[in-house]
């Protein structure tokens, strides 16, 4: 995965903390290993983070994107329907590497934006998901 945060109010070192949170979020590591578009597993991310670090930050603009297309806009999620699910869940899979594939097979990343639109701040942070030996184990 690769989350980029924009325009975040606060500091270079927070807006690089939210991007963490949201890599280190064990509920949207699963949905992207399922590549399983949901969308509101990435929102709680960010929410959490959000009402425990900067609760009295205005979200209002707020921007988010899973591999360039536009999910969230100015409080609503803007998905419309099965074609758009399929769209973000392929570009989930196009990111996906195999177990037996050598390392690395490619340089794709599971792309995430998250725009505030009022700050000046910025990060890129880089996670992964989970394996499905990981979850087999841990399950």
Do not use: W
Not at 42 to 50: D, E, K, T, V
Not at 51 to 75: L, P, W, Y
Not at 104 to 128: N, Y
């Amino acid at each position: 995965m690769r989350v980029k945060i924009s325009n975040f109010p606060g500091t270079n070192l927070e807006a690089r903390r939210l991007g963490r949170h949201i890599v280190n979020s064990p509920l949207f590591k699963c949905a992207v290993s399922g590549n399983d578009p949901n969308t509101g597993r990435l929102a709680a991310a960010i929410g959490s983070f959000m009402g425990k670090f900067k609760s009295e930050e205005d979200v209002n603009n707020m921007v988010m994107t899973i591999g360039g297309r536009v999910i969230f806009n100015r409080g609503k999620f803007v998905l419309e329907g099965d074609a758009v699910e399929k769209e973000l869940s392929d570009h989930m899979k196009d990111a996906q590497q195999g177990d037996v594939e050598d390392f690395p097979p490619h340089q794709k990343f599971v792309e995430i934006g998250v725009d505030f639109g009022t700050g000046s701040e910025s990060a890129i942070v880089l996670g992964s998901d989970l394996t499905n030996e990981y979850i087999a184990v841990n399950a």
